[in-house]
């Protein structure tokens, strides 16, 4: 490739003119070796501008070291400027048309060594080019593309290795914890991080605590790392529970889990049967918890927290189905506070609600 050969004092003060006169070639490194400084250029220069060059360089000189200035073009092997993508789109440049990067959803989550992608249909013929550009610019070992929304009563979605290695099982780290579990087969968000230590921080030593549809336990294993608490931790999915278990044992904990697998309605039940009350009780899963609420407000102590999630627009049918269930058992209710946690669909919110629960 072509450089610019100068007295290795100059090298800076003529690279500046280079770039100001857009000769200069980014993307490759300047090289000193020889008491010479070799800078890439992007074209040929005749001798004009070899001349126009020496003249603005002695004019930033301003009369030192003048008459060793000799600008001299060869040819040099220049090391290649290596350069990091800032997005997976960028990375897919050249690779795919703009309007195909255009339309391509560029979120993504990443679960430990996993990524999890959405690609339009329209762009799925393009996937391992995707899957690729979106293994090369995460680094991470698998990517994997959505087949389906979040489904069912487990709340888990169909997915399909694109690139990478096609390992389900991860460990994921959040706020000094770790999850293990199997993005196949549980549900889990790394969308919920801010959430989750934000409800770990309100608890209080000794509180007993009801997560009622615990998942691999992300909740209770924040709560208990920072608490000397009881977590009651409840799930239908038998492999959700047995993550659970794991991730007991991977994280030092103050506090006690107890997972339980089975349908938190059956539960209840044998904790009603042993007069257990609880503190606090945490309630996500958004799209039916409400149907639990019932159970939630007959199973809370005297003056206990509720932390109450649902998809919706804003906060009105939440609030109200909460005080519907409290004025049902004769409680009152105060609202401590409510926010969207994420976005869930267009116009659509994750949100939080937490009340108080107390006797009249
Ligand atoms: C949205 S996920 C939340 C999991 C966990 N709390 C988290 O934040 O990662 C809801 C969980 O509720 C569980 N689930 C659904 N219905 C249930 C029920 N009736 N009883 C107990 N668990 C249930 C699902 O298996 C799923 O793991």
């Given at each position: 490739?072509?450089?610019?050969?100068?007295?290795?004092?100059?090298?800076?003060?003529?690279?500046?003119?280079?770039?100001?006169?857009?000769?200069?070639?980014?993307?490759?490194?300047?090289?000193?070796?020889?008491?010479?400084?070799?800078?890439?250029?992007?074209?040929?220069?005749?001798?004009?501008?070899?001349?126009?060059?020496?003249?603005?360089?002695?004019?930033?000189?301003?009369?030192?070291?003048?008459?060793?200035?000799?600008?001299?073009?060869?040819?040099?092997?220049?090391?290649?400027?290596?350069?990091?993508?800032?997005?997976?789109?960028?990375?897919?440049?050249?690779?795919?048309?703009?309007?195909?990067?255009?339309?391509?959803?560029?979120?993504?989550?990443?679960?430990?060594?996993?990524?999890?992608?959405?690609?339009?249909?329209?762009?799925?013929?393009?996937?391992?080019?995707?899957?690729?550009?979106a293994l090369d610019f995460t680094k991470r070992k698998g990517v994997f593309m959505k087949k389906s929304a979040i489904e069912g009563i487990t709340r888990?979605?169909?997915?399909?290795?694109?690139?990478?290695?096609?390992?389900?099982?991860?460990?994921?780290?959040?706020?000094?914890?770790?999850?293990?579990?199997?993005?196949?087969?549980?549900?889990?968000?790394?969308?919920?991080?801010?959430?989750?230590?934000?409800?770990?921080?309100?608890?209080?030593?000794?509180?007993?605590?009801?997560?009622?549809?615990?998942?691999?336990?992300?909740?209770?294993?924040?709560?208990?790392?920072?608490?000397?608490?009881?977590?009651?931790?409840?799930?239908?999915?038998?492999?959700?529970?047995?993550?659970?278990?794991?991730?007991?044992?991977?994280?030092?904990?103050?506090?006690?889990?107890?997972?339980?697998?089975?349908?938190?309605?059956?539960?209840?039940?044998?904790?009603?049967?042993?007069?257990?009350?609880?503190?606090?009780?945490?309630?996500?899963?958004?799209?039916?918890?409400?149907?639990?609420?019932?159970?939630?407000?007959?199973?809370?102590?005297?003056?206990g927290i509720l932390h109450y999630y649902e998809f919706a627009e804003n906060y009105d049918q939440g609030i109200e189905r909460i005080s519907k269930s409290?004025?049902?058992?004769?409680?009152?209710?105060?609202?401590?506070?409510?926010?969207?946690?994420?976005?869930?669909?267009?116009?659509?919110?994750?949100?939080?609600?937490?009340?108080?629960?107390?006797?009249?």
């Amino acid at each position: 490739m072509l450089a610019i050969k100068i007295p290795l004092k100059e090298t800076n003060k003529l690279r500046i003119i280079l770039m100001e006169k857009e000769i200069i070639d980014m993307n490759y490194k300047i090289q000193s070796s020889d008491s010479y400084g070799y800078i890439p250029i992007n074209r040929k220069i005749d001798n004009d501008v070899i001349i126009e060059l020496e003249n603005e360089l002695k004019k930033k000189l301003k009369g030192q070291n003048e008459e060793k200035i000799a600008i001299e073009v060869v040819e040099k092997n220049l090391e290649k400027i290596k350069k990091y993508p800032k997005s997976i789109a960028e990375n897919l440049e050249g690779k795919l048309s703009n309007d195909e990067i255009e339309e391509l959803k560029t979120s993504f989550d990443i679960i430990g060594d996993v990524v999890i992608l959405e690609i339009p249909e329209k762009l799925q013929k393009h996937k391992d080019i995707i899957g690729h550009a979106a293994l090369d610019f995460t680094k991470r070992k698998g990517v994997f593309m959505k087949k389906s929304a979040i489904e069912g009563i487990t709340r888990i979605r169909q997915i399909e290795n694109i690139a990478g290695e096609n390992e389900t099982r991860t460990i994921h780290k959040e706020h000094g914890a770790r999850f293990s579990l199997d993005v196949k087969d549980v549900y889990f968000s790394p969308r919920l991080a801010t959430e989750r230590k934000r409800i770990a921080s309100q608890v209080k030593d000794k509180e007993m605590v009801l997560d009622m549809f615990a998942g691999i336990g992300p909740f209770p294993i924040l709560i208990a790392k920072r608490r000397d608490v009881e977590i009651y931790a409840v799930d239908i999915n038998k492999s959700a529970i047995l993550h659970m278990k794991e991730n007991i044992h991977l994280n030092k904990l103050k506090g006690k889990i107890h997972p339980i697998h089975g349908d938190i309605t059956q539960i209840a039940k044998n904790f009603k049967e042993k007069n257990m009350k609880f503190d606090r009780i945490i309630m996500n899963l958004p799209g039916t918890a409400y149907e639990f609420l019932d159970l939630a407000i007959l199973l809370m102590n005297n003056n206990g927290i509720l932390h109450y999630y649902e998809f919706a627009e804003n906060y009105d049918q939440g609030i109200e189905r909460i005080s519907k269930s409290a004025l049902k058992y004769d409680k009152q209710l105060e609202i401590l506070g409510s926010r969207k946690v994420k976005s869930s669909s267009p116009g659509q919110w994750h949100i939080c609600i937490d009340a108080k629960i107390s006797d009249f």
